[in-house]
């Protein structure tokens, strides 16, 4: 299954909160553990992720720092702000009512519509017929 790109972009930002809000992290492994969080089926790179990361900087919601680890490579390390961390609140408090309404219409369509396939319907139209 892929995910729809403009899905994959709304939920960026909380996802890449909630991540950061684990620990430090910098932007392989952020891009790693999207991948472990979604079974392989958010498959990010870095240049979707980083556009992000910097945003989240922007607005004070992420902190960066150099680090240079044991192998000798410097890693740019990114920490949640406690900004951030109120953002990330107001980010689950959205997607909650967006996933309860979501459930509720799922729930909906599983009364209304039988579990068989349905055919589509064909409308016969004919110019100077309403209908």
Do not use: C
Not at 76 to 101: C, F, H, M, N, P
């Amino acid at each position: 299954m892929e995910i729809n790109k403009d899905l994959i972009a709304a939920s960026s930002t909380p996802i890449v909160l909630a991540i950061l809000a684990e620990g430090d992290s910098y932007g392989y492994a952020i891009i790693r553990r999207v991948r472990e969080l979604s079974g392989g089926r958010m498959e990010w790179t870095d240049g979707m992720l980083y556009p992000v990361l910097h945003r989240l900087e922007r607005l004070g919601y992420v902190e960066a720092r150099w680090e240079v680890a044991k192998s000798g490579r410097r890693r740019k390390y990114y920490r949640i702000t406690s900004r951030g961390r109120a953002q990330l609140a107001e980010e689950r408090r959205q997607w909650q009512a967006v996933d309860a309404t979501l459930r509720g219409l799922w729930q909906a369509l599983s009364f209304s519509v039988p579990a068989t396939r349905r055919q589509p319907r064909h409308f016969h139209w004919e110019p100077g017929h309403a209908g």
